[in-house]
Nanobody
Framework: QVQLVESGGGLVQAGGSLRLSCAASGLTFGSSVMGWFRQAPGKEREFVTGISPSGGSQYYADSVKGRFTISRVNAKNTVYLQMNSLKPEDTAVYYC??????????????????WGQGTQVTVSS
């Protein structure tokens, strides 16, 4: 049974930083593309960032490029999201996602097979 457990969310002032973690179990983590998505109230869940199985390639939504950094430690089955220069519009529930399959657009929800329960990030102005 695959489990993805996010942690690290919270309330932060604009301009501040947070680091999210996602601990994975029940899958071959080192072979899985991992991603972060977010969903703000009244909006669809959107892609934030993704990382290749080796960690050698990362890709970002334009809205977070230069402010957010994704990384992974395969020995710990964990993926991280470092969020700097946070803005009120970054407020959302953040979800960790894992792709068991190679096929599929990894910038879309459909490209992933497993999801965490989400962690709330709130940025105050």
């Amino acid at each position: 049974q695959v489990q993805l457990v996010e942690s690290g969310g919270g309330l932060v002032q604009a301009g501040g930083s947070l680091r999210l973690s996602c601990a994975a179990s029940g899958l071959t983590f080192g072979s899985s593309v991992m991603g972060w998505f977010r969903q703000a109230p009244g909006k669809e869940r959107e892609f934030v960032t993704g990382i290749s199985p080796s960690g050698g390639s990362q890709y970002y939504a334009d809205s977070v490029k230069g402010r957010f950094t994704i990384s992974r430690v395969n020995a710990k089955n964990t993926v991280y999201l470092q969020m700097n220069s946070l803005k009120p519009e970054d407020t959302a529930v953040y979800y960790c996602a894992a792709a068991a399959k190679v096929a599929g657009d990894k910038r879309k929800n459909s490209g992933y097979d497993f999801w965490g329960q989400g962690t709330q990030v709130t940025v105050s102005s």
